[in-house]
């Protein structure tokens, strides 16, 4: 008997401590989920394997998607998100970057059956990491969409990919994206961009259009501050709507700290162009970047589609785009763009309805 109640209480010991143990790895996985980075960038959700099935189907490359969803634009979110999981066989893991108000609207958007098996990790966006950095108007407040400038933390947003790929809320993907993830970068490069003004896209859609593609319409060259940097001022503006990140690189050279350094001087000096009003993302890319960045096949970013609602390319040439974004007043969404129905065939209803009502007002806009 006394043989018996030794081995209880050993029994009753090793219990407790396994349990000791549980309690333990719960509290250090609560704290890993829930502790916000230093920039404010929260994991929120996060479905970390593909089913076996997708598995099974698909290649083992993993690729890095970046994009922000508003809660004002999260239908074009997640058309993007829809046309780039359907035409890849490629494990694609989307970190979809968006503001707290908007997380349970996603969840549940990202629950619909065209969706359900995407892979993604939800990160809330914290406004205050731009304080002191961008100048908001107060009577324009509402304009200002501070998930614009989730791309400048990439590193922070996927720490542990070396190479990812930035999109738009307002683009459809029509080819294998791991195309576009496999181009090359050249050695020191930390990313690439498709040039404007020498670009398949605004050689077919933009003639005459002045400097607005130039590093001049983004930058006032009157500062003594950007005339000393010696950019030469017809020199080619580039998209920053679509681009591919070297992030080894990118953390390498600090490029973060450099574009918030551009960030905080323009609220001081005001070194960014009048011509383009609104246009306060574009300016600290183009500077940081200057002549240090590799390109992208102009066919992974083809643009304007949202400059009108007429339309500017052929069908064929719509239906040859690898990339199409509809950069621009005329949001596909709103059914006066150009091309809209194609963005329709990716678009996912809205389970809650709420986004119909935005297009029937963005629609009412556009008609004035």
Not at 6 to 25: E, G, M, P, T
Not at 49 to 57: C, F, G, S, V, Y
Not at 102 to 130: A, G
Not at 228 to 255: D, H, R, Y
Request: glycine share 4%; net charge neutral.
């Amino acid at each position: 008997s006394v043989n018996i109640s030794i081995l209880l209480v050993a029994v009753v010991i090793f219990l407790l401590v396994i349990h000791h143990n549980f309690l333990s790895l719960s509290d250090f996985l609560r704290r890993e989920l829930s502790d916000p980075s230093p920039l404010g960038l929260q994991p929120i959700d996060f479905i970390p394997a593909a089913p076996q099935r997708l598995t099974d189907e698909r290649n083992d490359q993993e690729i890095s998607v970046v994009i922000a969803a508003s809660d004002e634009r999260l239908g074009g979110a997640i058309a993007a998100m829809n046309s780039i999981y359907q035409n890849t066989r490629s494990n694609v893991v989307f970190h979809i970057v968006t503001l707290n108000d908007t997380v349970d609207h996603l969840r549940m958007w990202l629950r619909s059956p065209p969706l359900k098996n995407l892979r993604y990790r939800i990160l809330d966006f914290d406004p205050r990491v731009l304080e002191g950095k961008v100048q908001v108007d107060p009577q324009k407040a509402d304009t200002f969409k501070p998930l614009t400038f989730a791309r400048f933390y990439l590193p922070n947003l996927v720490p542990h990919a070396e190479k990812v790929i930035y999109v738009d809320d307002d683009v459809i993907v029509q080819d294998d994206i791991v195309e576009l993830y496999n181009i090359p970068l050249k050695p020191g490069h930390a990313a690439a961009f498709s040039d404007d003004c020498d670009s398949t896209s605004s050689k077919v859609a933009v003639r005459g259009a002045g400097n607005q593609y130039n590093y001049i319409g983004f930058l006032d060259y009157k500062k003594e501050t950007i005339r000393k940097l010696a950019m030469k001022a017809n020199t080619c503006s580039f998209n920053p709507g679509v681009f591919v990140a070297n992030l080894t690189e990118w953390k390498l050279q600090n490029i973060t700290k450099q574009l918030e350094k551009w960030m905080a001087l323009n609220v001081v000096e005001e070194l960014y162009s009048k011509t383009l009003a609104g246009s306060i993302t574009t300016p600290p890319l183009l500077i940081v970047f200057y002549k240090k960045h590799s390109s992208i096949d102009p066919m992974w970013n083809v643009r304007h589609l949202g400059s009108s609602a007429g339309k500017r390319y052929s069908l064929q040439f719509v239906e040859a785009a690898k990339l199409l974004h509809w950069n621009g007043h005329f949001k596909p969404w709103g059914r006066t763009a150009s091309y809209a129905e194609v963005w329709e065939k990716w678009y996912v209803p809205d389970p809650t309805g709420k986004f119909n009502l935005i297009r029937r007002h963005l629609e009412a806009y556009e008609a004035k």
